[in-house]
């Protein structure tokens, strides 16, 4: 927090927050103004270093307005969703006050707010953004406001899935039961640390438009599909628990089957919603037919794939395997434009890809299917950023 500058008496908050990628999904609905889900989900947050949101809140008395900015541009701030998040986050900042001291002054809580919010990775890669976005906007305002404790329900009124970037390493979404979804949590369930063999890697699909967008495709699923319900009711719990206990016995093959098994439920779910919603493109299912045939060339599970609601494949294999599996997608995907550029992130040895494993998977080649890959692993949670010169926000509370 900064300290008060004399004309303008403001406060300034910075932090940051991962993206997560689930891999047992969220899909469905039972409230949507609470953003209270039909089943549980499980999910890895993804590190910093690769992607993250940075957002600073400053608040002023000043200020005229609440006010945001996204990746440089002002955007609405009476969305319903994030008029939940700021409403939640000044009860609990009033409540606390009250609670500790009566006297305390709780002015500030009426003061106006500047948000400003950038993502790390470009947004016209379609990954999903929102669920670093509202846990960094919640994790940020609770800063500025001295909010602590539990925030994923906060969280969770933003966008469902950001309730798990709260947490870093392996977190889970507990559905809940209570009506009011003061039982709809996140928790970790193994920190980062626990698995650092565990490594990830992005396969940005070049893609020609905008699918549907999650909310609405959910919408749609649980007003239509049979499937959702099943899912749901008799298949879920028996796969929170089972892949709850394959991270923490780190049993790599079981982990990615369930994964894999999960994500393919979950787009079977969306075809199986009508009118039908198609996620995956033809670069997506030739991503699967690749890890299915490199797993099988090996006789052991050593890749998996997962999908949101988009075509991008998110992989998750072992420290082992990455190297060669990167050069696999290159020679199966070549990228013409950009060479050079085509892996991000954290840096992949290089090694050639024997002729028998080509073979073995026996595709053609595809190129400018895959734009580029970012290369990452299991990271931490939401980060106060203590150096100033970090604020997106200008002292006069417009973004720098
Ligand atoms: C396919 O969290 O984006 O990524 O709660 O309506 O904001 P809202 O939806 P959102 O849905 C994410 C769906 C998913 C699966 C998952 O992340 O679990």
Redesign the pocket.
Known sequence: IMPEDSSHKYTMVTCTAPV???V????G?RDEDL?L?VNS?L?VTLHQDQLKTTTTVACCRDFVEDRLWLNGKEEDINQP?LQSCLREIRRLARKRRSDKDSTVDVSGLSYKVHICSNNNFPTAAGL?S??AG?ACLVYTLARLFGVEGELSCVA?Q?????C?SMYGGFVQ?KMGEREDGKDSLADQVEPETHWPELRVLVLVVSAERKPV???SG?QTSVETSSLLKYRADSVVPGRMDEMTSAIRRKDFAAFAELTMKDSNQ?HATCLDTYPPIF?LNDVSRRVINLVHRYNRHYGETRVAYTF??GPNAVIYTLQDHVSEFVQVVCHFFPMESNRGKFLQGLPVASTTVSDELKNAIGMEPVSNGISYIISTKAGPGPRVEEDPSLHLLDSDGLPK
């Not at 047992?24 to 899909?27: D, G, H, P, S, T």
């Not at 933003?158 to 950001?162: H, I, K, L």
């Open positions: 997560n990628i689930a047992i999904k969220y899909w609905k953003i889900p989900s999910s969703r999903a929102s669920a509202y969770r933003g966008s469902g899935s950001a798990r979404w967008g999650s909310t959910m979950f996620y949101d609601a």
